[in-house]
């Protein structure tokens, strides 16, 4: 038995000389500096008397010193718990006495705050700091750079990733070696990633997005990253003539599209653009064809399943549609009460299975048996409609599923309507308590720059467009919608701020 994931990343690598990542000081990693400097940490971890199975939570700034930690925990048998660089010591607290880690690796200037919670757990806490530096890496320097990778089998779990939690506690959802590998194999064939591509790679590396399927893809295909720690506009701009391809949220595109030195002569070469995590509205999907030539592709995925559509790489890629059910992964609308699989056109639950879905929720035996049905489809929670093409449109979460006076409105199909309108930028739609009835629609409008919006003008653009249940009964324009850090509208946030609108 092999280490399964990354013996199949190992089995995949180029020529060991060739870069895999270059950061934007030209700092760089070869292939063979991948193996070796992932192996002396791996040495480290298990020093540290990490196990197989055990986790290793990590909240540290990206750094390709981070990247190779994930690299090292999968070789030692671990099992990587990525968490977010905005979470406060409170929230921390929760995800390592839930996830009980044996190695908790945090920046250095939160050690002191962090250090309580890491004895409660019996978790050796370790440092790595924004340059790579910390006691982590003190070990990892003095250890060898050679490791006999821990023998891993296809179900055993390589990560846990916690949800966003935006209702209730956040559960940790298991990924397996082959749930994180299938998919790699999946997207390398279908985004037809080769050992040429070079990935603009700008994401966050504690989410799916950007952990995943940017890294995992890139050295399935034995390509490279260009790999900073954020996205700055500048430094894109820079490097996009370095890259064949880019993965981006959508706030990356409306960013690009902000500034007159993202032109098509600029994009030329490049190959792929991608979007994810977050809804990409139909406009920016249009100005964006528009300035450059290029049709973003907009797949759907999650944290418990990795990605389960995508638009073609070759073929239309439709305007807020989020594509066709990659191969292996099975798709189906159902209704959310019954389970019942609804008509062609039909709006339900999205459901899906493949070797892509997630072992379950950690510790959580009784949620992760609710979130899925007999035969095994997973309930998403999304819910979405398949067209006569059989292109998957989500039109919201089922959460966000406004009922008005008995009738249903889905914030997608609302938000598509007030983006179409002049000078606006970005919209959301939300229900919040109505005495008459039960919830009223609210949008909320983001302008576009230099633009002034008159609420009035958009309640009047909306007349002919849409059934009267479906119109907003209040309209609010903020300078910026709130975000999370992978660019999905807090709507949650926004219901708090506007519950009020119909009282007295």
Same mark, same amino acid.
């Given at each position: 038995m092999t280490n399964h994931l990354f013996s199949e990343i190992r089995a995949n690598m180029p020529d060991l000389a060739k870069t895999f990542l270059e950061t934007a000081d030209r700092t760089s990693l070869s292939y063979g500096d991948v193996i070796a400097r992932s192996a002396r940490y791996a040495n480290a971890l298990v020093r540290l008397g990490l196990a197989p199975g055990d986790r290793v939570a990590v909240q540290v700034e990206k750094t390709p010193d981070a990247l190779m930690l994930y690299l090292a925990t999968v070789r030692a048998g671990g099992v990587f718990l990525p968490l977010n660089t905005a979470y406060t010591p409170a929230e921390i607290d929760y995800f390592v006495t839930d996830a009980e880690p044996a190695v908790f690796v945090c920046d250095p200037s939160r050690a002191d705050a962090l250090q309580e919670t890491a004895s409660k757990v019996g978790a050796s806490l370790q440092t790595l700091d924004a340059s790579g530096k910390g006691s982590l890496l003190d070990l990892a320097e003095a250890a060898s750079d050679t490791f006999e990778d821990v023998a891993r089998d296809a179900d055993d779990l390589a990560a846990i990733l916690y949800t966003s939690g935006t209702t209730g506690r956040s559960k940790g959802a298991m990924l397996s070696h082959e749930n994180l590998a299938s998919n790699a194999r999946t997207l390398v064939k279908y985004w037809q990633f080769t050992a040429d591509d070079v990935l603009l790679h700008a994401l966050p590396i504690f989410h799916t997005h950007g952990?995943?399927?940017? +890294?995992?893809?890139?050295? &399935?295909? /034995?390509?490279?990253?260009?790999?900073? #720690?954020?996205?700055?506009?500048?430094?894109?701009? /820079?490097?996009? #003539? %370095?890259? +064949?391809?880019m993965m981006g949220v959508p706030t990356f595109y409306t960013r690009l599209l902000g500034s007159e030195a993202f032109t098509r002569d600029l994009v030329a070469h490049i190959r792929l653009f991608i979007s994810g995590s977050a809804p990409l509205s139909a406009e920016t999907h249009k100005e964006f064809s528009a300035r450059t030539g290029h049709a973003i592709l907009e797949r759907y995925g999650m944290t418990e399943t990795n990605m389960n559509t995508s638009n073609p790489y070759e073929g239309d890629r439709r305007p807020g549609t989020v594509g066709f059910p990659l191969p292996g992964v099975a798709l189906r609308i159902a209704d959310p009460k019954t389970g019942r699989a609804l008509d062609q056109g039909d709006v339900g639950i999205i459901e899906v299975k493949g070797p892509n879905v997630f072992q379950g929720y950690w510790r959580m #035996?009784?949620? +992760?048996?609710?979130?899925? %049905?007999?035969? %095994?489809?997973?309930? +998403? /929670?999304? &819910? /979405? %409609?398949i067209d006569a093409d059989g292109y998957v449109a989500i039109v919201g979460r089922s959460k966000d599923l406004i009922i008005t006076g008995g009738f249903n409105v889905y914030p997608a199909e609302v938000e598509a309507a007030i983006d179409e309108i002049e000078g606006v930028a970005e919209s959301a739609v939300i229900g919040v308590p109505h005495p008459d009835f039960g919830e009223g629609v609210v949008a909320v409008v983001a302008p576009k720059k230099g633009a002034k919006l008159d609420k009035p003008a958009i309640t009047q653009a909306l007349a002919d467009k849409l059934a009267k249940f479906k119109q907003p009964k209040q309209v609010h324009v903020l300078n910026t919608l709130p975000r999370n850090t992978m660019g999905k509208i807090q709507k949650n946030v926004l219901r708090d701020q506007f519950k009020a609108d119909f009282e007295g």
């Open positions: 952990l995943f399927v940017a +890294t995992n893809c890139l050295l &399935m295909a /034995g390509g490279s990253l260009l790999f900073l #720690p954020k996205f700055d506009l500048d430094t894109v701009l /820079g490097l996009l #003539p %370095r890259a +064949t391809t #035996p009784e949620k +992760t048996a609710e979130e899925f %049905r007999a035969d %095994r489809y997973f309930i +998403t /929670g999304d &819910m /979405g %409609r």
